[in-house]
């Protein structure tokens, strides 16, 4: 929701996510909860979070989208009193969209394509330059980041840091009128090690497991608006949560990861699992995708 929306319009939103959310706290038993993860790791083509409410709301869910879009792209209509789902929709309150099974094929309709057939796929590959640009974003945060050998039995981790006294990140914020770089020196406030011996796609996942640590509010917030501060934690809390990103990150980037077995012999060994945020895990998940896609814009304070 952008500032421009009504508050009465604003607040029926707020509602109804509350509503939706009081639904996902069925997401307590280990084969519960892995249908969700599952669902959202391979649902790539909306974020984390609207995945997550679209299988709260339709967990046999394919493929979704808004009418016009069916109707538009793949030559369908939607079948008479199917009900619509509700995803958040960028710079405005909420998006309305069906689900293929909501669907008919109009006379002149082609084909589906296999991404919409079968969009849970299994596919794995290298990570591209997600690994450079998440690096790259995570200035704007004052995180930190350090490639160093680290020993077999290091991954990766993140600390708080004094900012005093330490050089501040040259973050670039855009580009001006005369097209020249623009940049801003970011006090640093944390700072992550990973282990340079790793393959790029393991430090990738650890460097995704780590800023899940940090997005989750593990470590504490500068700001409530920009992630939670939910200090605290038990250890295994804190862990379940940070597997979770990567392995939703990861799955959804198609690089393997050892999340999967983390998440796999916990949710195998246990009938519940810890009381974990899966709002804060979604949200963590999704801003770490955008963090990889490209250069990003400064935090509003």
Not at 79 to 85: E, M, R, S
Not at 204 to 222: D, I, N, Q, R, S
């Given at each position: 929701?952008?500032?421009?929306?009504?508050?009465?319009?604003?607040?029926?939103?707020?509602?109804?996510?509350?509503?939706?959310?009081?639904?996902?706290?069925?997401y307590?038993?280990?084969?519960?909860?892995?249908?969700?993860?599952?669902?959202?790791?391979?649902?790539?083509?909306?974020?984390?979070?609207?995945?997550?409410?679209?299988?709260?709301?339709?967990?046999?869910?394919?493929?979704?989208?808004?009418?016009?879009?069916?109707?538009?792209?793949f030559?369908?209509?939607i079948?008479?009193?199917?009900?619509?789902?509700i995803?958040?929709?960028?710079?405005?309150p909420?998006?309305?969209?069906?689900?293929?099974?909501?669907?008919?094929?109009?006379?002149?309709?082609?084909?589906?394509?296999?991404?919409?057939?079968?969009?849970?796929?299994?596919?794995?590959?290298?990570?591209?330059?997600?690994?450079?640009?998440?690096?790259?974003?995570?200035?704007?945060?004052?995180i930190?980041?350090?490639?160093?050998?680290?020993?077999?039995?290091?991954?990766?981790?993140?600390?708080?840091?004094?900012?005093?006294?330490?050089k501040?990140?040259?973050f670039?914020?855009?580009?001006?009128?005369?097209?020249?770089?623009?940049?801003?020196?970011?006090?640093?406030?944390?700072?992550?090690?990973?282990?340079?011996?790793?393959?790029?796609?393991?430090r990738?996942?650890?460097?995704?497991?780590?800023?899940?640590?940090?997005?989750?509010?593990?470590?504490?917030?500068?700001n409530?608006?920009?992630?939670?501060?939910?200090?605290?934690?038990?250890?295994?809390?804190?862990?379940?949560?940070?597997?979770?990103?990567?392995?939703?990150?990861?799955?959804?980037?198609?690089?393997?990861?050892?999340?999967d077995?983390?998440?796999?012999?916990?949710?195998?060994?246990?009938?519940?699992?810890?009381?974990?945020?899966?709002?804060?895990?979604?949200?963590?998940?999704?801003?770490?995708?955008?963090?990889?896609?490209?250069?990003?814009?400064?935090?509003?304070?």
């Open positions: 929701m952008d500032d421009q929306t009504p508050q009465p319009e604003k607040e029926e939103t707020l509602r109804a996510l509350d509503d939706l959310f009081v639904s996902a706290c069925r307590r038993t280990s084969p519960e909860f892995k249908q969700l993860i599952d669902f959202v790791a391979g649902f790539r083509f909306y974020s984390p979070y609207n995945a997550m409410l679209v299988h709260i709301q339709k967990p046999g869910a394919n493929f979704v989208c808004p009418a016009y879009r069916w109707k538009r792209e030559g369908r209509n079948k008479p009193g199917a009900t619509p789902l995803i958040l929709q960028p710079m405005g909420v998006m309305f969209v069906f689900d293929v099974s909501d669907t008919v094929a109009g006379p002149d309709a082609p084909p589906l394509p296999e991404g919409v057939t079968n969009p849970f796929k299994v596919r794995y590959g290298k990570i591209g330059s997600d690994l450079e640009w998440t690096i790259e974003n995570a200035k704007r945060d004052g930190e980041i350090i490639t160093r050998k680290e020993g077999s039995q290091s991954a990766g981790s993140i600390m708080t840091v004094p900012w005093k006294g330490q501040p990140l040259v670039q914020t855009g580009i001006d009128k005369q097209k020249n770089p623009v940049y801003r020196n970011i006090p640093v406030q944390y700072r992550l090690l990973l282990n340079e011996d790793l393959s790029r796609e393991s990738y996942a650890t460097l995704v497991h780590e800023l899940g640590h940090l997005y989750c509010g593990h470590l504490g917030t500068p409530r608006k920009w992630w939670p501060d939910r200090r605290g934690l038990n250890k295994t809390v804190k862990e379940f949560e940070a597997e979770a990103v990567s392995y939703l990150v990861c799955t959804r980037q198609e690089i393997e990861t050892p999340s077995s983390y998440l796999s012999g916990y949710l195998r060994d246990k009938p519940e699992i810890p009381p974990i945020s899966p709002e804060a895990i979604m949200k963590a998940a999704g801003l770490i995708e955008q963090m990889g896609s490209g250069r990003m814009k400064m935090r509003k304070e």
